[in-house]
């Protein structure tokens, strides 16, 4: 079966940590995102890679990184700096490189809790 | 500057009513337009897609959604209402904006469902 997959599907942390969101897709999509979901908010956009080993910053990045090493991963790390880190992450994918007509498809999200 | 507004938060409506979800948008040139589905604590799922051609378009699950060039506006019918329904309901609009192609998300409508 084709999609994304994110791990773990909870997560606690504790103020002070860095802490690492798995996101795997095997679409052979060239383009994949990051956002966060608030309550009461939409979907706002972290990190984008149109490519491997390129990403760039989307409209909410302070606080988080990003690596693309390989076409099918790309973890989000949340780190200390993130001043409000608890949230529902989603990760999604799109099958050319970021165009605005590209549907992007989603995987199931992690919900981060700092405790 | 570009948005999208979704005006109602929350909306109930009996099983087998008639539904439809608004769904604003402010961008200047012609954009492409989402309907994305959400179940608690799971991604989001596409419901269907406007790029152009037929302004009426048809999606999955009985949904369908038309776009008004005139009102700036895709709103999301379905004739018929079924209890697994319930869920919230994005509407995103692709746009270049802030330097890259993107979608926006509006902030979602909740859908509950009587029996």
């Known amino acids: 079966d084709g999609g994304i997959t994110q791990s773990p599907k909870y997560l606690f942390r504790k103020e002070g940590q860095n802490v690492t969101l798995s996101c795997e897709q095997n679409?052979?999509?060239?383009?994949m995102y990051w956002y966060r979901q608030d309550p009461g908010q939409g979907l706002r956009l972290i990190y984008y890679s149109q490519i491997v080993n390129d990403f760039q910053k989307g409209d909410i990045a302070e606080g988080y990184s990003v690596s693309r090493e390989k076409k099918e991963s790309f973890p989000l790390t949340v780190t200390s700096a993130q001043k409000n880190p608890t949230a529902f992450y989603l990760c999604?994918?799109?099958?050319?490189?970021?165009?605005?007509?590209?549907?992007?498809?989603f995987g199931p999200g992690t919900r981060l809790t700092v405790l | 500057a570009q948005s999208v507004t979704q005006p109602d938060i929350h909306i109930t409506v009996s099983e087998g009513a008639s539904l439809e979800l608004r769904c604003n948008y402010s961008y200047g040139a012609t954009p492409y337009l989402f309907w994305y589905v959400q179940s608690p604590g799971q991604g989001l799922q596409l419901l269907l897609k406007?790029?152009?051609?037929?302004?009426l378009v048809q999606g999955i699950k009985g949904f369908e959604a038309e776009f008004k060039r005139s009102q700036s506006s895709f709103n999301l019918r379905k004739p018929s209402v079924h209890w697994s329904d319930a869920a919230e309901y994005f509407c995103a609009v692709g746009m270049f904006s802030g330097g890259y192609n993107k979608l926006i998300f509006g902030a979602g409508t909740r859908l509950a469902v009587h029996p």
């Open positions: 679409l052979n999509h060239d383009a």
């Open positions: 999604a994918s799109s099958i050319s490189s970021g165009g605005a007509s590209d549907t992007q498809y």
């Open positions: 406007y790029f152009s051609g037929d302004t």
